[in-house]
Nanobody, 128 residues
Framework: QVQLVESGGGSVQAGGSLGLSCVAS????????LGWYRQAPGNDPLGIAA???????SYADAVRGRFTVSIDNAKNTLYLQMNSLKSEDSAMYYC??????????????????????RGQGTLVTVSS
């Protein structure tokens, strides 16, 4: 069973940066791709980033160019580096394990794939 534990949330001013970490256990890269999603109060969850085992990444339009997802396989730790933060980035951020999709023999990992597991979340607050 996949277990995900996030850390690193906090408060930052608009324009600033913040990094999140997620320790993953019980995770098999063949069966899952890892990523992040967020949910602000009153809003639907939004998948924002995903990373596949071959290093390919996928981002939501709202964060592309500002956020970077990466992994340290030796530490089983996923990261999300968030730069140029905006007030609208304020949300609870969750580490996620997604089910890969397959089409035409190719594997796709995006933050819009089916969510299989998530962590407990870490709060990010961006003040303007």
């Amino acid at each position: 069973q996949v277990q995900l534990v996030e850390s690193g949330g906090g408060s930052v001013q608009a324009g600033g940066s913040l990094g999140l970490s997620c320790v993953a256990s019980g995770y098999n890269a063949r069966d899952y791709c890892l990523g992040w999603y967020r949910q602000a109060p009153g809003n639907d969850p939004l998948g924002i980033a995903a990373l596949d085992s071959d290093g390919s990444t996928s981002y939501a339009d709202a964060v592309r160019g500002r956020f970077t997802v990466s992994i340290d396989n030796a530490k089983n730790t996923l990261y999300l580096q968030m730069n140029s933060l905006k007030s609208e980035d304020s949300a609870m951020y969750y580490c996620a394990a997604y089910t890969p999709r397959f089409r035409g023999g190719k594997r796709f990992c995006t933050p819009f794939n089916i969510l299989n597991a998530r962590g407990q979340g870490t709060l990010v607050t961006v003040s303007s």
